[in-house]
């Protein structure tokens, strides 16, 4: 019999660094392998964001800088706070991809290290099913379709035969990199996040709803010609006030109504093509965009109106984070995967569908 099948309590660390956030988790399996009653834990959510003065965006050299600096403290500061020393940790899970190269790179390089240092086992995590599988755990939703939206990816994902199968994405920039461009335009704040501040605007706006471009085609989006044309709306008023489409004077808050409401209807369309597709009433939110108020209200219109639900988690679980590897590579090693140490790469293009879901039948 396995060793690994034996034991009743299992506990990985995760390593994420796709991006402008630094995130150390370490999570907890208990009962038998495969089991329905099989419980996890989160143990410990440690998060670091690199943020960027208004109006710039985070430059890879300088977010794989930042991740190098604090990644050792932050996991000194996972274990404390779950109370545990380094027997207790059964595997070391990091982000492969995808995401932005430089600090992929500098995170693969910190959980190789301390995969060698530890002498543990090296898990390599695709970073979508991370999101995937944690909001599967915190939420208890079954067999939803899931909307994955964040800066660097918006696809609507299902699973079947041991994959999850992509139904729709974006055939140019992901909805997450439309709204924080579009926050540079304005200058507004990267602090905490410039979508969340986005958000923040837009809910003192809506007396004018300004006309931008609807590009869904047919299961895809593209988000590119909208974020060109609320950029020249942007520009027009600065220089001139601007005119809505009655003549009345809009404001960038306004302006970020208008992008919110367009953007995310385009969303809600494809995924409720898709819940009609599969035979699926249920919807899953999962990355950074997901903790959008106004996303999660606008789709559980459209999926009470099919008799359905939305499940979607807090900003811990959406916004890039630790806790999502640790579980996600968990679940892998316990089917038997491993990553050795010489193919221990990472990669800014790995596709969520070419990841074996073993896990689940």
Same mark, same amino acid.
């Given at each position: 019999?396995?060793?690994?099948?034996? $034991?009743?309590?299992? *506990? /990985?660390? #995760?390593?994420?660094?796709?991006?402008?956030?630094?995130? *150390?988790?370490?999570?907890?399996?208990?009962? /038998?392998?495969?089991?329905?009653?099989?419980?996890?834990?989160?143990?410990?959510?440690?998060?670091?964001?690199?943020?960027?003065?208004?109006?710039?965006?985070?430059?890879?050299?300088?977010?794989?800088?930042? =991740?190098?600096?604090?990644?050792?403290?932050?996991?000194?500061?996972?274990?404390?706070?779950?109370?545990?020393?380094?027997?207790?940790?059964?595997?070391?899970?990091?982000?492969?991809?995808?995401?932005?190269?430089?600090?992929?790179? /500098?995170?693969?390089?910190? +959980?190789?290290?301390?995969?060698?240092?530890?002498?543990?086992?090296?898990?390599?995590?695709?970073?979508?099913?991370?999101?995937?599988?944690?909001?599967?755990?915190?939420?208890?939703?079954?067999?939803?379709?899931?909307?994955?939206?964040?800066?660097?990816?918006?696809?609507?994902?299902?699973?079947?035969?041991? &994959?999850?199968?992509?139904?729709?994405?974006?055939? @140019? *920039?992901?909805? #997450?990199?439309?709204?924080? &461009?579009?926050?540079?335009?304005?200058?507004?704040?990267? @602090?905490?996040?410039?979508?969340?501040?986005?958000?923040?605007?837009? $809910?003192?706006?809506?007396?004018?709803?300004?006309?931008?471009?609807?590009?869904?085609?047919?299961?895809?989006?593209?988000?590119?010609?909208?974020?060109?044309?609320?950029?020249?709306?942007?520009?027009?008023?600065?220089?001139? #006030?601007?005119?809505?489409? @009655?003549?009345?004077?809009?404001?960038?808050?306004?302006?970020?109504?208008?992008?919110?409401?367009?953007?995310?209807?385009?969303?809600?369309?494809?995924?409720?093509? +898709?819940?009609? =597709?599969? #035979?699926?009433?249920?919807?899953?939110?999962?990355?950074?965009?997901?903790?959008?108020?106004?996303?999660?209200?606008?789709?559980?219109?459209?999926?009470?109106? &099919?008799?359905?639900?939305?499940?979607?988690? @807090?900003?811990?679980?959406?916004?890039?984070?630790?806790?999502?590897?640790?579980?996600?590579?968990?679940?892998?090693?316990?089917?038997?995967?491993?990553?050795?140490?010489?193919?221990?790469?990472?990669?800014?293009?790995?596709?969520?569908?070419?990841?074996?879901?073993?896990?689940?039948?």
């Amino acid at each position: 019999m396995d060793p690994l099948a034996k $034991k009743k309590r299992r *506990i /990985a660390l #995760g390593c994420e660094g796709s991006a402008n956030k630094l995130g *150390i988790g370490i999570i907890l399996h208990e009962g /038998a392998i495969g089991s329905p009653t099989a419980t996890a834990t989160v143990l410990s959510n440690i998060r670091h964001t690199f943020v960027s003065p208004p109006g710039t965006g985070f430059l890879p050299k300088d977010t794989a800088h930042h =991740h190098r600096t604090l990644f050792a403290r932050l996991a000194k500061q996972a274990l404390a706070d779950a109370a545990l020393g380094i027997a207790d940790v059964d595997c070391i899970c990091y982000t492969r991809g995808p995401g932005m190269g430089a600090p992929l790179g /500098a995170v693969a390089v910190a +959980a190789r290290t301390l995969a060698l240092l530890w002498g543990r086992p090296l898990v390599g995590v695709n970073h979508c099913v991370g999101h995937i599988e944690m909001g599967r755990a915190i939420t208890g939703a079954d067999h939803p379709v899931v909307l994955y939206v964040s800066g660097g990816n918006s696809q609507v994902i299902a699973y079947a035969e041991q &994959r999850y199968r992509i139904f729709g994405e974006t055939l @140019d *920039i992901a909805v #997450g990199n439309c709204l924080d &461009r579009f926050a540079r335009t304005l200058a507004i704040s990267n @602090d905490p996040a410039p979508g969340y501040n986005i958000e923040q605007l837009a $809910k003192r706006g809506g007396r004018v709803l300004l006309d931008l471009p609807y590009a869904v085609k047919g299961m895809d989006c593209s988000f590119s010609g909208i974020l060109t044309r609320a950029e020249e709306l942007a520009a027009q008023m600065k220089a001139n #006030g601007g005119k809505g489409p @009655d003549g009345e004077p809009f404001t960038p808050a306004d302006l970020c109504f208008s992008l919110q409401e367009t953007v995310f209807a385009m969303l809600v369309e494809i995924t409720e093509r +898709a819940m009609a =597709h599969v #035979g699926s009433n249920q919807v899953l939110i999962v990355g950074g965009v997901g903790c959008n108020e106004r996303l999660q209200e606008m789709m559980g219109l459209m999926a009470a109106d &099919r008799g359905g639900s939305v499940f979607a988690t @807090d900003e811990r679980f959406c916004i890039d984070n630790g806790i999502m590897i640790a579980h996600a590579g968990l679940l892998a090693y316990e089917t038997g995967f491993r990553t050795p140490i010489e193919e221990s790469t990472c990669t800014q293009r790995f596709r969520t569908d070419e990841v074996l879901v073993k896990w689940r039948k």
